[in-house]
């Protein structure tokens, strides 16, 4: 059974003039309905993670140190894992601000060819997904991802001595008492992108919202309070405060532009 739950202190639903049901829509198997998620038929694949604009999907996947991981692989590769044992059980949760974020510094390489066949919505949300990364990097003049076929690891055959092959049996036995002994603490992880992204030092791109503001806007400051993300902020200038935006903060979740009492605010996001 997978691990999932919606944080209800994060979720949008207990805001003013807002509405927002993008993790029941986006499940290809009807797994969320009314901000709870059926463990029965979810499988993890974690599309809710992708699409929630506050971080409010807990899962038993730490997908922190999943992107970490592959940071730190050369070539950097992208999989699931049924190609790597220890890897995300599947790669629905990445969005096009994770993947650019992975491939604006090196080149960055993903494999999906098996994603048609196990998910086909994961599918087609990742060919969506990478094609708009790819031309924010082309834009940028930067390596676009390469979609890449990783052979499976086979398991090596090997002649081992009585000594070996009990030692091999032991340690075996260790890692699934160990793995069993995690599967039964029911180990649940928050990720937001956000926090995540924040950490990157990244250059902000034409996948990042866009805000407008309109000569209406008195730098009240609400937005600024009711931003999940803390995207938007008020700072002092020589003539009197401001609003200051962080695209890369933002996850165009209109909350700010549905609650300014002077509708000076604007949002544009790409789709």
Same mark, same amino acid.
């Given at each position: 059974?997978?691990?999932?739950?919606?944080?209800?202190?994060?979720?949008?639903?207990?805001?003013?003039? =807002?509405?927002? *049901? !993008? $993790?029941?829509?986006?499940? /290809?198997?009807? #797994?969320?309905?009314?901000?709870?998620?059926?463990?029965?038929?979810?499988?993890?694949?974690?599309?809710?993670?992708?699409?929630?604009?506050?971080?409010?999907?807990?899962?038993?996947?730490?997908?922190?140190?999943?992107?970490?991981?592959?940071?730190?692989?050369?070539?950097?590769?992208?999989?699931?894992?049924?190609?790597?044992?220890?890897?995300?059980?599947?790669?629905?949760?990445?969005?096009?601000?994770?993947?650019?974020?992975?491939?604006?510094?090196?080149?960055?390489? =993903?494999?999906? *060819? !098996? $994603?048609?066949?196990?998910? /086909?919505?994961? #599918?087609?949300?990742?060919?969506?997904?990478?094609?708009?990364?790819?031309?924010?990097?082309?834009?940028?003049?930067?390596t676009p991802i390469k979609l890449v076929h990783v052979k499976e690891a086979a398991s090596a055959s090997q002649q081992v001595g009585r000594r070996s092959f009990f030692q091999s049996l032991f340690h075996a036995a260790s890692e699934s008492a160990a793995e069993f002994a995690r599967s039964q603490t029911n180990q649940q992880y928050a990720f937001d992108p956000v926090i995540w992204l924040n950490r990157q030092n990244i250059s902000p791109s034409g996948i990042f919202p866009r805000l407008s503001l309109a000569k209406t806007c008195?730098?009240?400051?609400?937005?600024?309070?009711?931003?999940?993300?803390?995207?938007?902020?008020?700072?002092?200038?020589?003539?009197?405060?401001?609003?200051?935006?962080?695209?890369?903060?933002?996850?165009?979740?209109?909350?700010?532009?549905?609650?300014?009492?002077?509708?000076?605010?604007?949002?544009?996001?790409?789709?």
């Open positions: 059974m997978a691990m999932r739950n919606v944080d209800l202190n994060r979720c949008l639903f207990h805001y003013t003039n =807002i509405s927002c *049901s !993008r $993790c029941q829509a986006i499940c /290809p198997r009807q #797994a969320i309905n009314n901000r709870v998620i059926d463990g029965e038929k979810c499988d993890n694949c974690g599309l809710c993670t992708a699409i929630c604009p506050t971080g409010a999907i807990q899962s038993s996947v730490d997908y922190d140190a999943e992107l970490t991981a592959v940071q730190n692989l050369s070539p950097q590769v992208l999989m699931c894992q049924k190609v790597v044992p220890h890897a995300m059980p599947c790669l629905g949760a990445l969005n096009r601000r994770l993947l650019w974020a992975l491939a604006e510094k090196k080149p960055l390489s =993903i494999d999906t *060819s !098996r $994603c048609r066949q196990c998910n /086909p919505a994961v #599918a087609d949300w990742l060919a969506r997904e990478i094609e708009a990364c790819n031309a924010a990097l082309q834009e940028a003049n930067k008195t730098a009240c400051g609400l937005c600024s309070m009711l931003c999940p993300e803390k995207a938007l902020s008020i700072g002092q200038e020589a003539n009197g405060p401001r609003l200051f935006f962080n695209p890369i903060k933002c996850t165009g979740c209109g909350l700010c532009v549905n609650n300014c009492p002077q509708a000076a605010l604007s949002l544009q996001a790409k789709e």
